[in-house]
């Protein structure tokens, strides 16, 4: 009975959320070069050379037409590897000037301690570093053999200051699926407090190598094992944003789901397209900073996400989870977007693994 | 208003306070830290003038940054209840010989402007 009020009260909530739209959440591609090669890239990041960075004054140009400035408004330098971008710093401090914060995602290969104090100076607020399992899984994911040094010389700064909201994202695959609990070991003694996983979806690289998609019955050791961790209280885990996962919600989260995407999450891109998270179809650009007006775009546009009653389809026509799902994360809709990528719910569903419950 | 209303009572009955603590998958956790911001600009005792290349850390954490050809500096930090920055004249006999000094901050509510005179050795 409490459960079926709190589920209905969220579905309410959703939907004034979206009437709301307030974008409290932007991020900035601010490059698409990056220093590796990950196994997985072109799933959860876009790396191409052929786009030159944004110019500074083109991304301030377009988020100085923001009219209200929500009190939480915060933007996220993505990429590529934003560590290459010279000028991040100078970038960062004309946000603050602005009154806006800033932080970002990183693989960490970068990240020494002149760049944490640069970083820090600048007015970072937080931070994100991908750390994708114990030495050999992490370097084989990163395609990098110096890359998990690095990444925990990164950690041990980052983890250093008191400044920092600072997280651990890992993008749990076959390869580390039964490492989790050693690297939780790992980023309790590095004194992390927060670590957020993730899957990959079958785009990119991904759909090429089958090691870096979780089965069924994996996705549901993942879900066991988060849900047990949050229960111990022992570092502050979740599960990612990337999609409705049944009878494990709200157990592997702070909350339902709910996919933010153009409702609270907005973008400007490497060429200027305007979208959401940048692992969602470059086709659901909604307008472009070098002939629109960002604001107006984020204000005016973006049916197709804050209205997604378009996703009854293919298996999700008939769902009966539909209203607290919606078809799922946005970044699961690709090509045609005649079904749904990736449904969490039904490979919970099918899976046989019973071990934990 | 009314919706703002309704995000209370939503948040409320929601199983956390941290109810707007969202993050995309690839984004990051919000920033609710404090930090200041300390500008300044450090001068000569004897001439007046701007010194550049004076190292200003704060004693407490690792962060430091350097005056510039105006003798000026300016940096983010942690808003803590006491800070203690240090101005050291590290580049030998470039730019002038110095004393040290060090300055204790104690009303870090809000950003702060220092005026930095430094004696020459
Ligand atoms: S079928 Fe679609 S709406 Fe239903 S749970 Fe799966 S992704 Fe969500
Ligand atoms: S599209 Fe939705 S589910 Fe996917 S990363 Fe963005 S907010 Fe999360």
Same mark, same amino acid.
């Not at chain 1, 944490?116 to 931070?127: P, R, Y």
């Not at chain 1, 990163?142 to 980052?158: G, T």
């Not at chain 1, 069924?216 to 949050?230: G, H, S, T, Y």
């Not at chain 1, 909350?255 to 933010?260: E, G, L, N, Q």
């Given at each position: 009975m409490l459960s079926s009020l709190i589920k209905y009260s969220f579905r309410k909530f959703k939907v004034s959320e979206t009437k709301r739209h307030e974008l409290n959440y932007l991020f900035w591609?601010? /490059?698409? $070069? !990056?220093n590796l090669n990950c196994l997985h890239c072109g799933s959860d990041c876009s790396k191409n050379s052929v786009n030159k960075d944004m110019p500074a004054e083109d991304f301030f140009e377009a988020i100085d037409t923001i009219k209200r400035i929500p009190q939480n408004f915060t933007v996220v330098f993505t990429g590529g590897e934003p560590l290459l971008r010279k000028d991040l710093e100078l970038c960062g401090k004309e946000l603050r000037r602005r009154g806006f914060k800033w932080s970002m995602v990183s693989n960490g290969h970068l990240y020494d301690k002149e760049r944490h104090i640069s970083l820090l100076n600048a007015g970072i607020g937080a931070l994100t570093i991908s750390l994708d399992g114990l030495k050999e899984s992490h370097n084989w994911l990163r395609n990098n053999e110096k890359s998990f040094d690095k990444v925990m010389n990164a950690v041990q700064l980052a983890a250093s200051s008191n400044r920092l909201n600072f997280d651990i994202v890992t993008c749990v695959n076959q390869r580390n699926i039964n490492e989790l609990e050693q690297i939780k070991k790992l980023l309790i003694s590095k004194n992390v407090k927060a670590w957020r996983l993730f899957t990959i979806i079958p785009i990119g690289r991904a759909v090429h190598n089958p090691e870096l998609l979780l089965t069924d019955n994996q996705l549901v050791q993942l879900m066991d094992f988060i849900a047990a961790c949050r229960k111990s209280k022992e570092i502050d885990i979740k599960f990612s944003c990337e999609g409705y996962v049944g009878k494990y919600e709200p157990l592997v989260r702070d909350s339902f789901f709910f996919c933010r995407a153009g409702i609270n999450i907005g973008s400007i891109l490497i060429d200027g397209s305007i979208s959401a !998270?940048?692992? *969602?179809? $470059? %086709?659901? %650009?909604? &307008?472009?900073i070098y002939k629109d007006n960002f604001y107006s775009v984020w204000d005016n546009k973006f049916q197709p996400f804050r209205n997604? @009653?378009? /996703? $009854? *389809? &293919?298996? !999700? #026509?008939? !769902? #009966? @989870?539909f209203k607290d799902c919606q078809g799922n994360g946005l970044h699961n809709w690709h090509g045609e977007k005649n079904n749904v990528l990736v449904c969490h719910k039904e490979k919970i569903e099918t899976a046989t693994y019973r071990e934990h419950r | 208003m009314k919706r703002n209303v309704i995000r209370q009572i939503v948040g409320g009955l929601s199983l956390t306070s941290a109810m707007f603590v969202f993050q995309a998958c690839y984004g990051t956790p919000q920033d609710f830290g404090l930090d200041l911001l300390i500008e300044g600009q450090v001068k000569s005792k004897t001439s007046g003038l701007p010194i550049k290349g004076i190292k200003v850390s704060v004693a407490d954490n690792m962060q430091y940054t350097w005056t510039n050809e105006e003798g000026e500096f300016s940096f983010y930090t942690e808003m803590l209840e006491e800070l203690t920055l240090r101005f050291q004249d590290?580049?030998?006999?470039?730019?002038g010989l110095h004393v040290d000094k060090d300055t204790v901050l104690t009303d870090l509510s809000k950003d702060i402007y220092l005026d930095i005179v430094l004696e020459e050795k």
């Amino acid at each position: 009975m409490l459960s079926s009020l709190i589920k209905y009260s969220f579905r309410k909530f959703k939907v004034s959320e979206t009437k709301r739209h307030e974008l409290n959440y932007l991020f900035w591609e601010c /490059t698409t $070069r !990056c220093n590796l090669n990950c196994l997985h890239c072109g799933s959860d990041c876009s790396k191409n050379s052929v786009n030159k960075d944004m110019p500074a004054e083109d991304f301030f140009e377009a988020i100085d037409t923001i009219k209200r400035i929500p009190q939480n408004f915060t933007v996220v330098f993505t990429g590529g590897e934003p560590l290459l971008r010279k000028d991040l710093e100078l970038c960062g401090k004309e946000l603050r000037r602005r009154g806006f914060k800033w932080s970002m995602v990183s693989n960490g290969h970068l990240y020494d301690k002149e760049r944490h104090i640069s970083l820090l100076n600048a007015g970072i607020g937080a931070l994100t570093i991908s750390l994708d399992g114990l030495k050999e899984s992490h370097n084989w994911l990163r395609n990098n053999e110096k890359s998990f040094d690095k990444v925990m010389n990164a950690v041990q700064l980052a983890a250093s200051s008191n400044r920092l909201n600072f997280d651990i994202v890992t993008c749990v695959n076959q390869r580390n699926i039964n490492e989790l609990e050693q690297i939780k070991k790992l980023l309790i003694s590095k004194n992390v407090k927060a670590w957020r996983l993730f899957t990959i979806i079958p785009i990119g690289r991904a759909v090429h190598n089958p090691e870096l998609l979780l089965t069924d019955n994996q996705l549901v050791q993942l879900m066991d094992f988060i849900a047990a961790c949050r229960k111990s209280k022992e570092i502050d885990i979740k599960f990612s944003c990337e999609g409705y996962v049944g009878k494990y919600e709200p157990l592997v989260r702070d909350s339902f789901f709910f996919c933010r995407a153009g409702i609270n999450i907005g973008s400007i891109l490497i060429d200027g397209s305007i979208s959401a !998270c940048p692992n *969602i179809a $470059r %086709s659901f %650009s909604q &307008g472009n900073i070098y002939k629109d007006n960002f604001y107006s775009v984020w204000d005016n546009k973006f049916q197709p996400f804050r209205n997604r @009653d378009w /996703t $009854r *389809i &293919g298996q !999700c #026509k008939t !769902c #009966k @989870d539909f209203k607290d799902c919606q078809g799922n994360g946005l970044h699961n809709w690709h090509g045609e977007k005649n079904n749904v990528l990736v449904c969490h719910k039904e490979k919970i569903e099918t899976a046989t693994y019973r071990e934990h419950r | 208003m009314k919706r703002n209303v309704i995000r209370q009572i939503v948040g409320g009955l929601s199983l956390t306070s941290a109810m707007f603590v969202f993050q995309a998958c690839y984004g990051t956790p919000q920033d609710f830290g404090l930090d200041l911001l300390i500008e300044g600009q450090v001068k000569s005792k004897t001439s007046g003038l701007p010194i550049k290349g004076i190292k200003v850390s704060v004693a407490d954490n690792m962060q430091y940054t350097w005056t510039n050809e105006e003798g000026e500096f300016s940096f983010y930090t942690e808003m803590l209840e006491e800070l203690t920055l240090r101005f050291q004249d590290v580049d030998s006999i470039k730019n002038g010989l110095h004393v040290d000094k060090d300055t204790v901050l104690t009303d870090l509510s809000k950003d702060i402007y220092l005026d930095i005179v430094l004696e020459e050795k």
